[in-house]
């Protein structure tokens, strides 16, 4: 006779910090042996499917099977070692006292079953919608794995992100400020106000628009790893003096806080990346198109000329 499975307590997470991954939510924690888990419930929800507890079934010898595992159409797709992982989930004591949750590395497994079944045409109707609940998801996570987004939302890794943002900082941030030098060429700009419908002339090349700044910012400082540029804006304090103009804006120019070895190679590479993008770019829609396409991020340039300025570059 099996023996019963302990039950654990969470030793990080809460209901107010889920995974998200786009505009879904998904409840998670991290148990006292280490074990990241996901809600049952949150993950039917992500999955659409019907709310509920796990079903009785009497297939392959399974029992208890989640919701989000129990149409017969995609028994074909789910293999042995998912169905004995699915159909004994792991209890562990939550704030409303016991309940039941999956490993999180199964999530990328279970999408995979609904998109297999998919590809297959055995869904219809309502199980057509989790088969693209399914996809977003995977999407998601084909940019960060499960394991380090229940590590993120819980807090598990928290010490350690912290070591490893102070060793890139050490790797980007100079001790000492660098001396000037000319690091975004004039076919940066001239290429940025081509698209944007700017004039460009010799008086617009020594003083550009502030959402210049702004876009410089969005473009280039910010495809540095995260929380460079924080770092740099600790370092780089605005002047509170000043015309009105000049008053607010940064006194020095962002990159000359990168270091030589990484920092700045870095940045003249994707001062050059760019560049060719908006060369190559028809408008400033087709840029943003390319632009997302090669640094894998959602289109958020085209906002309004306002918001953030005094960005140096």
Known sequence: MDE????QKIAYGSEDHPIHIGDLEIQCYVLEDGTRVLTQASVNKALAR???GSKDVDTDGSRNLPRFLELKPLRPFISAGLLARASSPIPYIGKGGRTNGIPAIML???CDVWLQARDANVLKGK?????RMAEIIMRGLAHVGIIALVDEATGYQEVREKE?????LSKYIAKELLPWTMRFPHEFYQEMFRLKGWEYNAQSRRKRPKFAGYLTKKLIYDQLPEGVIDEIKKQNVKRTEGTATSKGTYEKH???YLTKEIGIPHLDKLVASVTTLMRISPNWRKFEENFARAFGVQRMLDL???GETGEVA
């Open 304 to 306: 309004p000329e306002t």
């Open 127 to 131: 199980a057509l919608e989790t088969a």
């Open 108 to 110: 990328p497994e279970i």
């Open 4 to 7: 019963p499975q302990k039950v």
């Open 164 to 168: 490893e943002l102070q060793l890139i």
């Open 254 to 256: 962002h990159h000359r």
């Open 50 to 52: 019907p709310e509920g």
